[in-house]
């Protein structure tokens, strides 16, 4: 989340290329958050990578899909509570992701945890390939913050919506298979399968007509772009209610010394 941490300082560029590495498979772009030692959480360098990769995606020519991991053992766990995540990028909002309207398709390959604001990553994209072991959840009610990535409005889309309420009020995960037989999952493979399927996917999309598949893409976001808008702002809204709370301020306390919170209710 923004707004709720002091700015960071501007990350250097090793930095910046320590979190993201990107590989050319032809047309496909392979986009790997690797900050596998904090389970890829996102901080300002983490943003502006990842901005940055999204940007290469959009913006050439010979590049007609990409695929989004984290690799072979966690997909994201959302912002580094620590330091948080930056601000939000001119282009792609929140993680340099989140609110980007892109020109190419994205296929999230989601092995291990997606969590918070990792999987609300997964909700922006286009196609989701999950391991059977990997996990997805929003436990934002739980450190007495909101999820402010897209799933208050993006999850109840992708998930029947009796399911998303019970994940985002109660911060509990759901599995990969659970999330196959309700239809967010677009194919499951065996643990560390992800990627390497989420390539065959890109390369077919990609071998397609470039023409045809951005038109696609372009009057799919256009169908949901007025609802995203109404879903951003009160997304907004939720996060103004809990920036100043008693409940944040504990929650995040109890994160970092690793106790039950006892919220206030304030």
């Not at 990350?11 to 993201?20: F, K, L, Q």
């Not at 599995?175 to 239809?183: I, M, P, S, V």
Request: proline share 8%.
């Amino acid at each position: 989340m923004t707004g709720l941490w002091p700015a960071p300082p501007t990350p250097t560029e090793d930095e910046i290329a320590a979190r993201v590495r990107t590989e050319r498979r032809g047309h496909v772009l392979l986009v790997r958050m690797t900050r596998t030692d904090k389970r890829n959480a996102v901080d300002r360098a983490m943003t502006t990578a990842l901005d940055r990769a999204l940007d290469t995606l959009d913006d050439d020519p010979e590049l007609r899909c990409g695929v989004l991991t984290g690799g072979p053992e966690v997909f994201c766990a959302g912002t580094d509570i620590s330091v948080g995540p930056g601000a939000p990028t001119p282009r792609g909002g929140n993680y340099g992701v989140v609110a980007r309207r892109r020109t190419a398709p994205l296929v999230a390959a989601v092995e291990g945890i997606a969590f918070g604001g990792g999987f609300e990553i997964v909700l922006a994209c286009d196609v989701v390939v999950a391991s059977r072991g990997a996990r997805c959840g929003l436990p934002e009610v739980g450190l007495g913050l909101v999820a402010n990535c897209g799933a208050l409005f993006r999850g109840p889309r992708a998930l029947p919506p009796t399911v998303a309420r019970q994940m985002l009020l109660t911060g509990d995960p759901i599995g990969a298979e659970r999330a196959y037989e309700l239809g967010l999952v677009g194919e499951l493979v065996d643990p560390g399968q992800a990627e390497e399927r989420a390539l065959v996917l890109a390369e077919r999309i990609a071998a397609r007509s470039p023409v045809a598949v951005q038109a696609t893409l372009a009057a799919l976001d256009a169908a949901l772009r007025d609802a995203d808008a109404q879903g951003w702002a009160d997304t907004d809204a939720a996060v103004a209610r809990v920036v100043d709370s008693e409940d944040r301020v504990e929650g995040v306390s109890a994160f970092f010394a690793k106790r039950p919170p006892v919220f206030p209710g304030r």
